[in-house]
């Protein structure tokens, strides 16, 4: 079993920053991909960027391409988002999630992980 907990959200004007981070435990040592998600009151949720256990691929959403940025520290068993230029369209909770696939793939099924959540709020 793997324990997931994300922080950082918040409230940030449009254009803003944000860096989100979630921190694993239990079962660390097994190599994971994680991978960051998000959903928006109404909505599916969806992929946002992915990052294979070394760190060498990564995958990004159409919609974050260039604005965000997905990172990991093995040794502190922590995985990171940082959003620039944020938009309120990125306003939604955030999900970070770990899984086997040594592709960072951006289906939900690939994920058998996840976090509670954290929320982020971008005013215009």
């Known amino acids: 079993q793997v324990q997931l907990a994300e922080s950082g959200g918040g409230l940030v004007q449009a254009g803003g920053s944000l860096r989100l981070s979630c921190a694993a435990s239990?079962?660390?040592?097994?190599?994971?991909?994680m991978g960051w998600f998000r959903q928006a009151p109404g909505k599916e949720r969806e992929f946002v960027a992915a990052?294979?256990?070394?760190?060498?691929?990564?995958n990004y959403a159409d919609s974050v391409k260039g604005r965000f940025t997905i990172s990991r520290d093995n040794a502190k068993n922590t995985v990171y988002l940082q959003m620039n230029s944020l938009k309120p369209e990125d306003t939604a909770v955030y999900y970070c999630?770990?899984?086997?696939?040594?592709?960072?793939?951006?289906?939900?099924?690939?994920?058998?992980?996840w976090g509670q959540g954290t929320q982020v709020t971008v005013s215009s």
């Open positions: 999630a770990a899984g086997g696939s040594a592709w960072p793939r951006p289906e939900r099924s690939e994920y058998d992980y």
């Open positions: 239990g079962r660390t040592r097994t190599m994971y991909t």
């Open positions: 990052i294979s256990w070394s760190g060498r691929n990564t």
